[in-house]
T-cell receptor
Framework: AQSVTQPDIHITVSEGASLELRCNYSYGATPYLFWYVQSPGQGLQLLLKYFSGDTLVQGIKGFEAEFKRSQSSFNLRKPSVHWSDAAEYFCAVGVAGAGSYQLTFGKGTKLSVIP | GAVVSQHPSWVICKSGTSVKIECRSLDFQATTMFWYRQFPKQSLMLMATSNEGSKATYEQGVEKDKFLINHASLTLSTLTVTSAHPEDSSFYIC????????????FGQGTRLTVV
């Protein structure tokens, strides 16, 4: 079965600093990989996704992620964090099923931004 | 972008009563919808996969008689928490797959259920 590990439970960065959130996955084949962001009491918003092709994926809000097969990683990065980026971030792996696919989420990383 | 709407956003109910949560895809048809449960400061745990016109597929450990799922149309799936107890208090989130969108799931805004 697939699994996702987000090693950092909580990260605090200063506004304007760079950010990297770590994500490692376990899956036997090439997975679909996703990063979602969740604000308190809200649903999830997709930041970016990787299916195939270029391993560096650009997303919304200035985020990017790089798929590294050799490290089974899909780390999320942003060069300059804004205060509005404070939220919970979830990495997920999608596995195709019959007619659809299922998402397995990591435990999430809470991002706090210091003004 | 595609929109998935959940209703209600939050609900408080008495122990022993039943609560129905709706998940609607507003601008697309969803053959498959998913129901997740999220405990405070935890990740989303898949409860069940809801397929239009057929029985839902429940994950191991999820009581199908307690969490009734109905997917009667291509735009609506419902989750009914029957005989709710305080331990059922949680944040419930649905998602829907939109065909042709590269296997992207669209999430509802979630429903906060509190059982008192």
């Amino acid at each position: 079965a697939q699994s996702v590990t987000q090693p950092d439970i909580h990260i605090t960065v200063s506004e304007g600093a760079s950010l990297e959130l770590r994500c490692n996955y376990s899956y036997g084949a090439t997975p679909y990989l996703f990063w979602y962001v969740q604000s308190p009491g809200q649903g999830l918003q997709l930041l970016l996704k990787y299916f195939s092709g270029d391993t560096l994926v650009q997303g919304i809000k200035g985020f990017e992620a790089e798929f590294k097969r050799s490290q089974s990683s899909f780390n999320l990065r942003k060069p300059s964090v804004h205060w509005s980026d404070a939220a919970e971030y979830f990495c997920a792996v999608g596995v195709a099923g019959a007619g659809s696919y299922q998402l397995t989420f990591g435990k999430g990383t809470k991002l706090s931004v210091i003004p | 972008g595609a929109v998935v709407s959940q209703h209600p956003s939050w609900v408080i109910c008495k122990s022993g009563t039943s609560v129905k949560i709706e998940c609607r895809s507003l601008d697309f048809q969803a053959t498959t919808m998913f129901w997740y449960r999220q405990f405070p400061k935890q990740s989303l745990m898949l409860m069940a996969t809801s397929n239009e016109g057929s029985k839902a597929t429940y994950e191991q450990g999820v009581e199908k008689d307690k969490f009734l799922i109905n997917h009667a149309s291509l735009t609506l799936s419902t989750l009914t928490v029957t005989s709710a107890h305080p331990e059922d208090s949680s944040f419930y989130i649905c998602s829907a797959d939109r065909e042709g969108m590269g296997a992207e799931a669209f999430f509802g805004q979630g429903t906060r259920l509190t059982v008192v």
